[in-house]
């Protein structure tokens, strides 16, 4: 067994290998661009060695500076982890020449799946089903077109060299083709420095699902069943889990025996994953080998009590595989949601930012449920521009898909993040979305969902009741403890006001204290207009995130924060603002003319931080709905931003190259 490893990586997946690495007694390298001097990952590592600048190709995708690393350090082998160096051959080919292990598999596994027109070649001829669709390579629009009235619309036009879910379109039509085949062709230049294209047809109601394979140097080769990642945006996972709920018995096991068909054909060792997009009646086609750990594997370890990473590390120091496919067992459903510093109301683009609070529910077992939360970051940490914005992986374990689920709603609901927007929201909304927990999924789970984008909702019903009550709770604790403030004149008489206003939005609820005194732990009965008697009880103590506590007995947390004169309250993707006033404060608040909000339908606002590649429009010009306004590239991905409606151009404010920030004004409209 190696002595000393080197972790070619940063963030949550890095501190992941490490995690392992020490379990199994081996010594840790990690290595850090000048951005990550003060990440978790450094901490965490035995030793740490500083790479180069903070753009990855100068640091993270230095292959130099990396084996010059390992000799400094004396490090054995290297993980490569996901994304960055973990399916690059070259670097593996390096290090063997070097006589440093690559803990992955053998660069020939990695050549031939790395490319996905090669891939799907090899897969065709080891049996493996394939998405129908032209084997060879797109030359230009015309031939997209023509190619793709053969394969018959709606096509997916893809980047052969692609990954992340970059560089690929859908199109419905010769239009869409053409226009899905330039801008695949030239995101796939920039973020791969690679535009072969090529087309296959796009699987309606697709769902995700894919075959960890776990393989050693002897030929042995064994699959750990399946991962559904169907909730996915610009077609990147966000929850994971294991097992589908889509899949029989009979299905698993013939996917399972392709992909590991498709192992032995390229000699595959090491843990690698086989993607397959599934259609509605079960038929399965090859999407991808990605020849590396997968961010989502967490949910194979929670449902087979394997980790993958020390079986990565005993294959790659020349052990046989441990176990045969009969041994591999699978108990209760496994959930992972990736939290990433992304707006989910705002098409889930971007954010960036300092993490001013940052605090997971606690890990570890509670009753017959697992939390698990895979992360590389900590209080205080910055979410930069220069690598992934993912935060943590939030994962849960329970004996059942439903209890999995409500597990990770109330995880969510105890995740403490602040300083930057993220998609908590979004996930615990899906967490109680009824198509979700019946588990019937599709990739367009997104789209068809929430077609006019998320936005999170009120409370209602039961909701809006345990807001209001919550609120009062807050206030009077928070009440009582300005009384005590130094300088205040006379002693708190113990005396409160029992009568009471919550207004939550537009809406007034008359809320009354029916019993009770206001002390920490609190215990009150209320009353609360249009519903019945309402106890609350709480030890909940100024400044705390989270407001937990029993109402009506029943456990509830609600994450709370302070805004003028008021409350923000949230919980299970729902939210409020509520402010509570005396009887007369409330009569003469409704009296208040309301603050209108400034229009901004005269304007195209850049909908994210980002570059803009190209303005498609002229002052003075008149143009026709769905007419391309302008592309702004954010994240490497190219957006193009649409006329919603006929208009004439007033002014244009941006030009090419132009670097602008969120809400920036591009242009405006007559
Ligand atoms: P998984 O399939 O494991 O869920 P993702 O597709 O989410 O992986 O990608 C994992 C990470 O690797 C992401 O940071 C993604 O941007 C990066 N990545 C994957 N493939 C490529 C590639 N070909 N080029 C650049 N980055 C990639
Ligand atoms: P990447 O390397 O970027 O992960 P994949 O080929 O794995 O690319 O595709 C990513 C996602 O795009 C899939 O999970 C699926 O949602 C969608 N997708 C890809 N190809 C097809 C297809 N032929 N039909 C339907 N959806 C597809
Ligand atoms: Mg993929």
Known sequence: MFKKILIANRGEIACRVIKTARKMGIATVAIYSEADADAVHVDMADEAVAIGPAPASQSYLAADRIIAACKETGAEAVHPGYGFLSENADFCERLEAEGIVFIGPKPKAIRAMGDKITSKKIAAEAGVSTVPGHMGLIEDAEHATKIAAEIGYPVMIKASAGGGGKGMRIAWNDAEAREGFERSRSEAASSFGDDRIFIEKFI????????????????????????????????????????????????????????????????????????????????????????????????????????????????????????????????????????????????????????????????????????????????????????????????????????????????????????????????????????????????????????????????????????????????????????????????????????????????????????????????????????????????????????????????????????????????????????????????????????RVADSSKKLLCPMPGLVISIGVKEGQEVKAGEVLAVVEAMKMENVLRAERDCTIAAVNAAPGDSLAVDAVIMEFA
């Not at 090491?270 to 991808?288: K, M, P």
Request: proline share 7%.
């Open 204 to 595: 309606e109601e697709p769902r995700h699902i894919e075959i960890q394979v776990l393989a050693d140097a002897f030929g042995n080769c064994v699959y750990l069943g399946e991962r559904e990642c169907s909730i996915q945006r610009r077609n990147q996972k966000i929850v994971e889990e294991a097992p589908s709920p889509f899949l029989d018995e009979a299905t698993r096991s013939a996917m399972g025996e392709q992909a590991v068909a498709l192992a032995k054909a390229v000699d595959y060792q090491s843990a690698g994953t086989v993607e397959f997009i599934v259609d509605r009646n079960r038929n399965f086609f090859f999407l991808e080998m990605n020849t590396r750990l997968q961010v989502e594997h967490p949910v194979t370890e929670l449902v087979t009590g394997l980790d993958l990473v020390e079986q990565m590390i005993r294959i790659a120091a020349g052990e046989k595989l441990g176990l045969a496919q009969a041994d591999v067992k699978f108990t209760g459903w496994a959930i992972e949601s990736r939290i990433y510093a992304e707006d989910p109301t705002r098409n889930f683009l971007p954010s960036i930012g300092r993490l001013k609070r940052y605090r997971p529910p606690e890990e570890g077992q509670g009753g017959d449920i697992v939390v698990r939360n895979d992360t590389g970051v900590a209080e205080g940490s910055e979410i930069s521009m220069f690598y992934d914005p993912m935060i943590a992986k939030l994962c849960t374990w329970a004996p059942d898909r439903i209890k999995a689920i409500n597990a990770m709603s109330e995880a969510l609901d105890r995740f403490v993040l602040d300083g930057i927007e993220h998609n908590i929201p979004f996930l615990s909304a899906l967490m109680r979305h009824p198509r979700w927990r019946e588990g019937r999924l599709s990739t367009g789970f997104i789209a068809e969902e929430y077609p006019d984008g998320f936005s999170v909702s009120p409370p209602d019903g039961e909701e809006r009741i345990l807001f209001c009550a919550a609120a009062l709770a807050v206030e009077l604790v928070r009440g009582k403890r300005l009384d005590r403030l130094p300088g205040r004149l006379g002693p708190p008489s113990g005396d409160f006001r029992r009568e009471w206003v919550v207004k939550l939005h537009e809406d007034y609820v008359a809320v009354q204290v029916v019993r009770g005194a206001v002390s920490v732990p609190l215990e009150l009965e209320l009353a609360v207009e249009g519903a019945g008697p309402v106890t609350v009880a709480s030890s909940w103590r100024p400044g705390e995130p989270i407001w937990q506590g029993q109402i009506n007995g029943n456990p509830v947390a609600i994450q709370i924060r302070p805004v003028l004169n008021g409350v923000r309250l949230s919980r299970k993707g729902r939210a409020a603002t509520l402010h509570v006033l005396s009887p007369r404060v409330a009569e003469l608040d409704r009296l208040m003319p309301a603050r």
